[in-house]
């Protein structure tokens, strides 16, 4: 019964050469045949060879004459319906998970959170089913994606997962038998780094890097196109980089590691105690923005910190483009001036001035990301995207 369900919903019956380009359209659409066909590295002829059954099974449409301005016969763009299809992405947090009902390109149509009311894998499956049934509200979904911080295999069992004292469960079976829809889980900084390499600002860079700001600093890379990753991921062994060696120190001890400049919790509490009042993070931020001395000056030493960590995942990684986001990114871009001040100072001054891109911290960044988990995986289906996204063997076609 299930597994009929899931067949009759997958994206396409062909999962054949027309596949990366109907993936290409859902990522970069509306977009032109003329572009298409350059990005596809194919010739006209060949892309309407594969676009015409597409077309046919309504997966793909033409939406109509486009004139960019230029002299010319307007253009004619494909595109895909995002609303087609819906998913449900969720964040896992210590005390609440945060779900969105989204569309085909993870765009955000419903939001909701629900407290936890335990932590035994039991309980809370049982939140996440009553969250994934309020929050699509009828409407059939295609896939649930869930995030969260800890290590994940195979988009489907957490191996471990601190903040709930959770090791090996099968989170995503147990999601699924529970409510009859394909489920993918991953770590939450893995997800959102989908999202941003499908969907978000990183989608025409063969290298990017995102760093996720809020109760942990995490990290994300994609290279060639393709995501970096490893079970050791959720490990967030960037969490404790070292940034100042006159720094603060952490909770494990270590002076001036990134969590001990970059965290909520610790700046939360290095401020009440200089300023002398209990303060929450956004309470120090609003107090740097007013001019306090002790929270600009935190703020300042997190911004230098952040430009050290930028710097050297540049200088390692060569990314295109750095997106900073998570719920923490408020901090990045009140220090941006000397985040980006700091970043100079540890690059060849012959080096490419990186783009410094900031997502708006909204709980929905965590859920485009979750979904964008479960989007792929409908779309791909059985198909293997390192080997689809080769252009050149695209040119056979
Ligand atoms: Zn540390």
């Known amino acids: 019964?299930?597994?009929?369900?899931?067949?009759?919903?997958?994206?396409?019956?062909?999962?054949?050469?027309?596949?990366?380009?109907?993936?290409?359209?859902?990522?970069?659409?509306?977009?032109?045949?003329?572009?298409?066909?350059?990005?596809?590295?194919?010739?006209?002829?060949?892309?309407?060879?594969?676009?015409?059954?597409?077309?046919?099974?309504?997966?793909?449409?033409?939406?109509?004459?486009?004139?960019?301005?230029?002299?010319?016969?307007?253009?004619?763009?494909?595109?895909?319906?995002?609303?087609?299809?819906?998913?449900?992405?969720?964040?896992?947090?210590?005390?609440?998970?945060?779900?969105?009902?989204?569309?085909?390109?993870?765009?955000v149509l419903n939001q909701l959170t629900l407290p936890l009311s335990g932590r035994r894998p039991d309980d809370v499956v049982g939140t996440l089913v009553d969250l994934i049934d309020t929050v699509r509200d009828g409407i059939t979904i295609a896939g649930v994606g869930i995030g969260l911080g800890g290590r994940v295999r195979k988009r489907t069992h957490v191996m471990s997962a601190r903040f709930l004292g959770w090791t090996d469960v099968p989170l995503a079976a147990l999601?699924?038998?529970?409510?009859?829809?394909?489920?993918?889980?991953?770590?939450?900084?893995?997800?959102?780094?989908?999202?941003?390499?499908?969907?978000?600002?990183?989608?025409?860079?063969?290298?990017?890097?995102?760093?996720?700001?809020?109760?942990?600093?995490?990290?994300?890379?994609v290279a060639n196109g393709a995501l970096i990753v490893d079970e050791d991921h959720g490990l967030g062994l960037v969490g404790h980089w070292p940034l100042d060696p006159?720094?603060?120190?952490?909770?494990?001890?270590?002076?001036?590691?990134?969590?001990?400049?970059?965290?909520?919790?610790?700046?939360?509490?290095?401020?009440?105690?200089?300023?002398?009042?209990?303060?929450?993070?956004?309470?120090?931020?609003?107090?740097?923005?007013?001019?306090?001395?002790?929270?600009?000056?935190?703020?300042?030493e997190a911004g230098r910190g952040l430009g050290v960590l930028i710097a050297a995942i540049s200088n390692l990684t060569l990314p295109q483009r750095i997106i900073i986001g998570g719920e923490g990114v408020r901090l990045a871009v009140l220090a941006q001036s000397e985040m980006r001040r700091s970043l100079s100072d540890h690059r060849n001054p012959l080096a490419a001035i990186l783009p410094v891109i900031f997502t708006d911290g909204d709980n929905a960044e965590w859920c485009r990301g979750a979904a964008a988990l479960a989007i792929q995986s409908f779309v791909l289906g059985s198909a293997d995207e390192s080997k689809l996204s080769g252009r050149d063997r695209l040119r056979i076609a």
């Open 1 to 107: 019964m299930l597994a009929q369900m899931v067949a009759s919903l997958a994206w396409t019956d062909r999962p054949d050469a027309s596949l990366p380009v109907a993936i290409e359209v859902l990522r970069h659409g509306p977009i032109s045949r003329a572009d298409l066909a350059r990005r596809m590295g194919m010739s006209a002829g060949s892309l309407s060879r594969l676009t015409a059954p597409l077309i046919d099974q309504g997966l793909l449409v033409d939406i109509g004459e486009h004139n960019d301005g230029r002299v010319g016969r307007p253009t004619r763009l494909l595109d895909v319906t995002p609303e087609s299809r819906h998913f449900v992405g969720i964040k896992l947090r210590e005390t609440e998970v945060v779900g969105a009902l989204t569309d085909l390109r993870g765009g």
């Open 175 to 221: 999601v699924a038998e529970r409510t009859g829809f394909p489920t993918r889980v991953d770590n939450d900084v893995i997800a959102f780094t989908e999202y941003e390499r499908w969907f978000g600002a990183g989608r025409d860079d063969d290298r990017f890097a995102v760093v996720t700001l809020g109760i942990g600093t995490g990290f994300g890379l």
């Open 246 to 300: 006159s720094g603060p120190l952490c909770e494990e001890g270590h002076r001036g590691c990134a969590a001990s400049l970059l965290n909520s919790d610790s700046i939360a509490r290095r401020a009440s105690i200089a300023i002398g009042e209990e303060l929450t993070f956004d309470e120090v931020l609003d107090a740097a923005e007013n001019g306090q001395r002790a929270a600009g000056q935190i703020v300042r």
